[in-house]
């Protein structure tokens, strides 16, 4: 078996075996954006964090022994006072687990196609969904960064049935956070440079609803999984989130009936 070994890594954390979807680092960027655009897309009792940024995770990993093309996009957000992210798209294209991930755990995964590749150091990256490329990246690594210390991620979703029939602010589950919290021992890290561009798309509106207002930060990241808990984290106002539940498609992107915004 063979150790990760390019870059940055600590060699004794992980092994793998040569082309082994587990080696594959997920390409993460950040950009800061506007803080009311965030605040926008929160329902109430999940609140604006101290910073306003927007997490993007590229990748291609194992799911039920598949490999998992994807693209998350999470944003800076508190409940109850713990900072964390609030998850507004999981664009996946493994549909067998899209449906069940939405019901069990209010996870907001939908279909799309995603391109993604590394070719010596050159970091590739495309999103598409209905036909339109919403997020494009074209970058190259610049060396290894350190490694920092274990850490945990704390990952807000919302788990939430309307009522049969389409009854106004009627729930047969009200909405509920549900906070996924995960420990990590990371194994590699390199930076990497290039050109991120947020393209219009009615269905997934990221350039509209939250622009680039900053330089990005890019990087190819592993890390070992240590431990992982999806958890109930308590109820929201089902009044007060109602005009938050109608949504395009399986994302958390304000909708109409399923699609795309459409104006009165």
Known sequence: ???VS????????????????????????????????IAALLPPGIEPADTADVHLSIYNVPVSDEPEYGVVIKIDASHRGVKGSYAVAYGIDQESAVYISKET???????????????????????????????????????????????????????????????EKSYDFPPHVVLVKADYRPVHREQ????????????????????????????????????????????????????????IGSSRWPGTRGGPKRSA
Not at 19 to 32: A, H
Not at 113 to 138: K, L, P, Q, W
């Open 192 to 247: 990497v440079t290039g050109e991120l561009r947020l393209l219009e798309s009615p269905w997934d509106p990221i350039a509209s609803l939250l622009p680039i207002r900053g330089p990005i930060r890019a990087a190819l990241t592993l890390d070992q999984s240590l431990d992982r808990s999806i958890t109930l984290a308590g109820p929201l106002d089902p009044d007060a989130f109602w005009p938050h539940v109608d949504t």
């Open 105 to 167: 755990n209010g996870q907001p995964k939908f279909l799309a196609e995603i391109e993604y590749f590394r070719n010596g150091d050159v970091v590739r990256a495309r999103c598409m969904h209905h036909g339109y490329t919403f997020i494009e990246f074209a970058g190259r690594t610049t060396g290894p960064a350190p490694l920092p210390g274990e850490f945990t991620d704390r990952e807000y979703w919302i788990k939430v049935s309307r009522a049969v029939g389409f009854a």
């Open 6 to 37: 390019s870059g940055a890594s600590d060699p004794g954390a992980l092994r793998i075996n040569a082309g082994e979807i587990g080696g594959w680092p997920i390409l993460r960027i950040s950009y800061p954006t506007d803080r009311d655009r």
């Open 1 to 3: 078996m063979s150790k």
